[in-house]
């Protein structure tokens, strides 16, 4: 029920954005003005195919590899399939299935779904692979109709 809550709570922030923006929310288009991270594609909402890539944007924080360290305002996203943000934003983020890193500094991430509906999330994280706190993040809700 918590998941449910929490993927309604994403489309309506997403529709309110989407609508505010006239440009239907996650488009290829620079990252919205004062947000820090924005992912770019896919647009939220859209049908998707499987494998389908994932980019993101920054605003204020500079994206480069883990192995750079920890640097104030720099680091590298995470992708998290379907599972709400870790609680404990003082440790490092899971590495799994549902928490992909993306640690070689870059934007954009090819990953592959199931049929159905998903919700992704980009985290932004130090080099260390602990998130920001508060947390740098975005989500976007597709729906995978096709898997290649």
């Known amino acids: 029920m918590k998941i449910i809550s929490r993927v309604l709570a994403l489309l309506v922030m997403a529709l309110f954005a ?11 288009m620079a990252p919205s003005a004062g ?8 647009a939220t909402l859209s049908n998707v195919s499987s494998p389908l890539q994932v980019c993101m944007a920054t605003n204020g924080y500079t994206v480069e590899p883990a192995k750079n360290g920890v640097n104030p305002g720099k680091g590298h996203h995470h992708l998290i399939i ?4 870790p609680a404990d934003l003082s440790k490092p983020v899971a590495k799994d299935e549902n928490h992909i890193h993306m640690g070689d500094g870059s934007k954009c991430k090819t990953i592959n779904l199931t049929k159905g509906q998903h919700t ?7 080099g260390n692979h602990v998130p920001y706190n508060p947390p740098v993040s975005d989500a976007v809700t597709v729906v995978v109709v096709h898997v290649n």
């Open 82 to 85: 379907d599972e709400s943000i």
């Open 120 to 126: 992704i999330t980009a985290l932004f994280a130090q």
């Open 35 to 42: 947000k820090a991270l924005s992912i770019t594609t896919p």
């Open 18 to 28: 989407g609508c505010a923006a006239q440009t239907g929310g996650g488009s290829a």
